[in-house]
């Protein structure tokens, strides 16, 4: 098929490159000329495992593009996704300004009937407006389709490649017919692809992200109990995933989730509640919770030190909000950061993918950031896990006491052994472990 993807972030390029890996024809189409040139050159702007090789090998056999002609990228294409940014609003709403302008230049641009499909996360009843906004301005017909993605990032391209589902918004059996052929060569293994009406299909992109993010929440609130009573929050963990109906995934405890998603969706979902006149009570509690569990480590650090953290240095390992991507939105660490200088704190920290991340967003200018992670640790008086990056779980021990001033460990994802590490001679805190 010829295929558009307008938009080159997350979703936007993952899907171009995953569609024209099962050889369809690709046009991505961005308005950033300087990210379009530097995809040309083969210079990908995210991290993701896997994308660059992907990109790479459907670009040099013809298969995917990128340009930022939109007229182009409309006239050439039957199908034309849309996945541009839908930033929250003041009051956590999702803003379709974006969504809604290429809805617009799509109408203006057509030349002939079009599927126009929603990849970003938007509301309900956001189809309906983009298929009004783009027969405003055509004389052509359009179906309006909407299909949520369900990466995770860190592992999107796997995600897109063998989908545990693929979610089709629409009510036209035709514009079904072509999107399950779309779709096709990723569900070989029997995987659904769910047709049904576009306002469910929207309503399931939040539900997803928001029930995920409430199991956070809640193990987080398990682990805060289970420090105030000296439970074991690892058992506990295991005794409750084991129950089937439960499972093991989303009950890790930590300092909480962020990233581009499960902020920006629940907040989204609440705000479509309020508007339906209808208070979405428990992701309201999830989002307080998640909030203040961001920082949870905080008084931690305060109750060892006194109370008084100045001049005091402290190395954060991990800055991204997840292992396996540059993503800082939203980050925990960045929280953290944010409570040591406050309190008069020096700031290092190390992160094996996010530093060109950091020094974009400016965060050289009020920590140090290092390429070497024992290096970032030389003269701390505390070293703080922040993201459960995989060569951080099993560091040389011994030479990180002798870099530490002070050897103790605030762990942020209980990713280690108390009672090793406690042998070895530190002192070590964690989430939810006496």
Known sequence: MNLAVIGSGYVGLVA?????????????MDKDNEKIKKLKK?????????????????????RL??????????????????AVGTPPDEDGSADLTHVLEVA???????????????????PVGTASKVREAIQK????????????????????????????????????????????????????????????DEISAELTKYAANSILATKISFMNEIANLCDRVGADVEKVRKGIGSDKRIGHSFIFPGVGYGGSCFPKDVKALISIGRKNHYDMRIL???????????????????????????????????????PKTDDMREASSLEVISELKKHGAVVKAHDPVALSEARRLGLDSIIELYEDNYEAVRDSDGLILMTEWLEYREPNFQRLKSLLRKAVI??????????????LGFDYFAVGRP
Not at 16 to 28: K, S
Request: hydrophobic share 40%; proline share 5%.
């Open 410 to 423: 605030f762990d942020g994802r209980n990713i280690y052994n108390p009672d090793k590490v406690r042998t």
């Open 16 to 28: 171009a490159a995953c569609f024209a890996e099962t050889g369809n024809q690709v046009l991505c």
């Open 284 to 322: 309201k509690a999830v989002e307080a919770v998640n909030n203040d569990q961001k920082i949870y480590l905080l008084p931690k650090i305060l109750k060892y030190y006194h109370n008084d953290l100045s001049g005091k240095t402290f190395t954060l390992w991990g800055l991204s909000f997840k």
């Open 42 to 62: 083969g210079i990908i702007p995210i991290y993701e495992p896997g994308l660059h090789e992907i990109v790479e090998r459907n670009f040099h056999q013809g």
């Open 104 to 122: 617009n230049s799509i109408g203006q641009l057509m030349n002939n009937p079009k599927i126009v499909v929603n990849k970003s996360t938007v």
């Open 137 to 196: 301005e055509t004389k052509f017909p359009v179906a309006v389709v909407s299909n949520p993605e369900f990466l995770k990032e860190g592992a999107a391209v796997e995600d897109f490649m063998y989908p545990d589902r693929v979610v089709i918004g629409t009510s036209d059996k035709q514009t079904a017919e072509v999107m399950q052929e779309l779709y096709s060569p990723f569900v070989r293994t029997g995987n659904p692809i769910m047709i049904m």
């Open 65 to 82: 593009q990128f340009t930022t002609n939109m007229k182009q990228t409309v006239e050439q294409s039957d199908v034309i996704f849309i």
